[in-house]
């Protein structure tokens, strides 16, 4: 992981930063001070009346004439689970996972599960993240003390125990902290080293930050634009701040905080530049990888439970395994395939380990295994198994379930719900007959076939997978059948043999295309696209068009637009 | 999209499974005086009805029998309980999950404020509601009496739509579902359940931590005032910072708790402090069900909290593979709300769902035979609860909203009169819910949601 770093990187970068830059002039409203703690110039002190309403030097002038509509609210978004676990490994230079100690919280029928508007912190979220973190903590407090030799020193000088705390507000806060925060931290830390070592005194400090609301909420209020006072301009960290967990899934590594803090992000080409940076990254993989799972379910795979007696194979290890085969099939298609849409959608190499050997129909092997499926049987994303154990029921295929997951995640649409007080009138199945075969009652029923009619097509051509992904050809004794033809669509008009010339038809398909821009842009700004973004999401499908549906143009324009660096007033 | 400005109190009852937080001192409601007797409130709602014909019991109001029926397993609580048969969820012209969520416990008619089908089982925001349920009433109405105003929990919720949503604040705003026994046992219970090991307690050494635990909350709270003033005029955002603040005040209050173990609690939560986790995985789904009955037991035995609702896997979403029971030597692997919709499978199917309803009718056994087998001076805790197993609809398969299920027990202190069978004529459930209110303490109210009159009908 790249934002994987030490802390005595960060020792030295804060130390550095705040002797270059005597004063960040980065000064917005979440942190009005806006200098760093060792910074006691008068050019700082005076620099620090800057509050609500005071405009920056370093407005973009395009801010004067943006209209608000086309903005996003400025608004606190709560860390989710993984970038707050992202957050927490940074801050001890090692690799921890605390997702799996948090609700999971219940798969969202649609969208990501990361609305601004729908992450709190109650009761007993906040008393979790006390527990989890006074036990991660106490098992860390070692490396807290040997990131600096000066820690370990019987009476810990003042200039040690601040750069320390910088260290971590870069980290956690994701900005230097103000001079009444290093006082407060410092208090805190001699109020507990009365009862406590020196090591357990700054895990307590580490944990109190981490549980500050400066760390659990990323802050996109900016600073109100002079010359248009229903804009705010975000400040250079937290534009920082978005960029590295919009692409990353983790806070800003030292060359993103460098960055804010000489003023380069303050104009687009800055962004850009970061942007790119990041593209190459690691860190990368994993922020796509948070996408790509909570649009496909992946995130929620684990509640896709399976019947035993049917899937007998089917274990914690085959989920673990999905998983990593997934990731690792993202990590080809951004880093070999040239992040193509296309590849994405029909990328029939993956990697995959032992316990996937029998789900792809390969022999015994031991490590891992690269392998390029048959491409009659495999067809990118939307074939890979973790994908289709996530959105199939426990025994059977769940044509219906999948059609509606297929039209939702691939064409924005959802059918409507089955009407009220539905009555059905069933008889009982033939158990010869093939599920297709049962089910096609509901394209007989009037009651159902309204709806049926737009999710069946996509479901049915899914039905050369079980319900954990295997191919099959035979249900039931008989031949599959998973021909069909979309006809609902103004633009995706489609006759199908297979599931896999289907997808191979939707990687073009122009409303797919739009589909996968108004996605990324929810995951991106964690709401709901309104009218007022109409035009972003034309330029971006415009810029994702012209390079062939280049995934990383389509990210490009998306960060670096008007909407990521702006915000409305409320 | 633009959501409708909430104000801080709105935010402090909604988020949240112990949504309320109050210090006793804080509390100073005029004229309210303490019953002596100490009232709980537990809902259990199961989605999507039960297979009618086999529920209710054999015989009529002057002499029933449970044998052969559902409700055989209730047979030693008899005397405790008060089936009501007759009664009627209207949930309106929308969607039966969701609206019959919303209206069960409120009264009132899903919010179509941000419906985006006329159906309305899919809801834009959180406010689905239009007013209060009858558990938030109770809870609000004992605020500051207890830690926690009210638990409100949930088995596998799988669906975002209202279906999964019987707890409503004032302004219709969803209590959201607490789904991690565990995490609701750290926040609430850890600290009170250290005194069940006395080898683990010294006194000097505890004090210590809970002055750093205190000293660390000192540092949040003073950031979170500095981000309150920071984030100057914006109501959504300021909102968000209180919340933290309140749930931040409910850890303050767990430390200072003066509430200790007593020997029933401690065995009743010995799962959670001893022994392997068990994973809150849908395979786990009996298990974790009964850890959160655990929970509420235990949270009415130490009077940590004085309503708590339980919703088990819903209707409306894919709902969990029932495997731990088995049909014909089979385990049952369709989907809860599988089995009680399409009627793709008559045959095997009613069977099927017979069962579960048997097996969530065993659930209220066990947690109305705890609370019966905890005593309170001369009575025990069920005599001074009420306790409602109840469902959105009436029957699954039809998706009709008569004759809902409405199984009472206990007797709210002597305010219910039990060992009843009442069969009514179909009549709207709002009575039965003013009765609930009136029996549970909140003698001045005279009706609920739709109607502002609506008589007690359980209590004369």
């Known amino acids: ?570 | 999209m633009k959501t409708k400005p909430y104000n801080r109190r709105d935010l402090f009852k909604s988020f949240g499974a112990s949504a309320l937080l109050l210090h006793p001192i804080l509390s100073s409601r005029e004229g309210y005086a303490e019953n002596a007797v100490k009232k709980r409130f537990f809902t259990m709602m199961t989605s999507s009805g039960v297979v009618q014909s086999n529920f209710w019991p054999k015989g009529n109001s002057a002499s029933y029998d449970f044998t052969g029926t559902t409700l055989e397993v209730l047979s030693p609580f008899k005397s405790d309980l008060s089936l009501v048969k007759g009664l009627r969820n209207d949930y309106g012209p929308f969607d039966s999950h969701s609206g019959g969520a919303v209206s069960l416990l409120t009264g009132n008619w899903l919010n179509t404020d941000g419906c985006n089908k006329a159906s309305c089982d899919f809801h834009a925001g959180d406010t689905f509601a239009k007013s209060a349920s009858i558990d938030q009433m109770i809870a609000k109405y004992y605020s500051g009496k207890t830690a926690v105003s009210s638990l409100v929990l949930g088995l596998f919720p799988t669906s975002e739509r209202p279906s999964k949503y019987i707890s409503y604040d004032e302004a219709g705003k969803v209590v959201p579902l607490a789904t991690n026994p565990y995490t609701v046992f750290n926040a609430i219970f850890k600290d009170i359940i250290q005194s069940c090991d006395s080898s683990k307690l010294d006194p000097a050494a505890l004090a210590k931590i809970k002055s750093k635990r205190k000293s660390i909350l000192d540092a949040i709270n003073a950031d979170l005032a500095d981000a309150v003033k920071q984030v100057g005029l914006n109501a959504e955002e300021k909102a968000k910072l209180a919340f933290y603040q309140d749930s931040i005040r409910q850890i303050e209050a767990t430390i200072d708790s003066a509430a200790s173990s007593t020997a029933a609690s401690c065995n009743g939560l010995k799962a959670f402090t001893t022994g392997p986790q068990i994973a809150v995985k849908a395979e786990n789904y009996a298990a974790i069900a009964k850890l959160m009955m655990d929970l509420i037991v235990a949270a009415f035995q130490l009077d940590i909290t004085r309503s708590a609702t339980l919703v088990w896997s819903v209707g409306g979403g894919n709902g969990v593979p029932s495997t731990w029971e088995t049909f014909n030597g089979q385990p049952i692997v369709e989907s809860y709300h599988a089995l009680t919709h399409h009627q793709a499978d008559p045959v095997n199917f009613d069977p099927k769902l017979k069962i579960l309803d048997e097996w969530h009718a065993s659930q209220f056994a066990y947690l109305i035979g705890q609370l019966k087998a905890s005593k309170e001076g001369s009575s025990t805790l069920l005599d001074n609860s009420l306790a409602l197993w109840t469902s959105e609809i009436g029957e699954g398969s039809s998706h009709t909203s008569l004759n809902m299920p409405f199984v009472l027990a206990g007797k709210a202190g002597g305010a219910m009169k039990t060992g009843r069978y009442l069969q009514l004529p179909q009549t709207e459930h709002h009575g039965a819910l003013v009765s609930i209110l009136n029996a549970m303490g909140l003698a001045t109210v005279k009706g609920i949601g739709r109607f502002p009159l609506a008589a007690p009908i359980l209590l004369t």
């Not at chain 1, 004063?23 to 942190?31: E, G, V, Y």
């Open chain 1, 1 to 570: 992981m790249a934002a994987k770093r030490s802390i005595r990187n960060l020792i030295l970068l804060s130390t550095f930063l705040s002797s270059v830059f005597a004063c960040s002039k980065a000064s917005d409203r979440w942190h009005p001070e806006g200098c760093a703690s060792t910074s006691k110039s008068a050019a700082c002190k005076t620099a620090k009346s800057g509050g609500v309403g005071n405009a920056l030097p370093r407005t973009d002038p395009i801010a004067d004439t943006l209209d608000p509509k086309t903005v996003g609210y400025a608004r606190l978004w709560r860390l989710t689970v993984q970038q707050f676990s992202n957050t927490v490994s940074a801050a001890l230079g090692k690799s921890v996972n605390l997702v799996a100690k948090f609700d999971p919280g219940s798969r969202p029928e649609d969208g990501f599960g990361i609305d601004s508007d729908k992450l709190g912190i109650d009761s007993i979220y906040a008393s979790n993240l006390e527990t989890v973190l006074s036990e991660t903590l106490a098992a860390s407090s070692g490396d807290l003390v040997k990131s600096m030799p000066c820690l370990s020193e019987p009476s810990i000088a003042s200039d040690c125990l601040d750069r320390f705390l910088n260290a971590m507000a870069l980290t956690s806060f994701r900005r230097p902290l103000t001079d009444a925060e290093t006082v407060r931290y410092s208090n805190l830390f001699a109020a507990i080293k009365v009862n406590f070592s020196a090591a357990d005194s700054l895990a307590a400090v580490a944990e109190a930050m981490l549980r500050s609301p400066y760390t659990q909420f990323r802050s996109e209020l900016g600073t109100t634009v002079a010359n248009n006072p229903a804009i705010s301009q975000l400040s250079p960290y937290e534009l920082a701040t978005q960029i590295a967990f919009a692409l990353t899934g983790a806070p800003p590594d030292k060359e993103l905080l460098a960055a804010a803090e000489d003023g380069t992000l303050a104009k687009k080409e800055g962004v850009e530049t970061q942007v790119r940076r990041l593209m190459t990254s690691d860190g990368f993989v994993n922020g796509f990888s948070d996408f790509v799972f909570r649009w496909t379910g992946i995130t929620w795979l684990d509640e896709a439970t399976k019947d035993a007696k049917t899937y007998p194979g089917y274990s914690a290890d085959s989920r673990t395994a999905m998983v990593a085969e997934s990731k690792e099939f993202l990590r080809d298609v951004l880093r070999n395939k040239r992040a193509s849409f296309k590849k994405l959608m029909t990328s029939t190499d993956t990697t995959i380990t032992p316990p996937l050997a029998a789900v792809y129909g390969v022999g015994t092997f031991t490590g891992s295994k690269k392998i390029t499926a048959n491409t009659t049987e495999r067809s990118g994303l939307f074939t890979l198994p973790a994908v289709i154990a996530a959105n199939s029921p426990a025994v059977q295929t769940g044509p219906a379930q999948r059609g509606v997951f297929l039209l939702r995640k691939l064409m924005c649409t959802s059918p409507p719900p089955p009407p009220a007080n539905l009555k059905t009138d069933l008889t009982e199945s033939d158990p010869t007959l093939t599920l297709r075969e049962r089910f096609a009652v509901h394209s007989n029923n009037a009651n159902c076939s309204s709806c049926h009619k737009m999710m069946d097509p996509f479901g049915f051509s899914m039905e050369n997978y079980d319900a954990i992904g295997r191919f099959r050809d035979k249900d039931n004794g008989k031949t599959v059948d998973a021909s069909g033809a979309i006809t609902t669509t103004a633009n995706s008009n489609f006759t199908f043999k297979s599931g896999v010339e289907l997808l191979n038809d939707l990687a073009t398909s122009k409303d797919v295309q739009e589909c996968f821009v108004r996605q990324v842009f929810r995951y991106t700004f964690g709401r709901a696209e309104t009218d007022g973004d109409t035009a972003l999401i034309n330029a971006s499908y415009a810029a994702f068009a012209k390079s062939d549906f280049d995934m990383n143009e389509l990210f490009a324009t998306l960060y670096t637009s008007d909407a990521f660096r702006f915000r409305r007033e409320k």
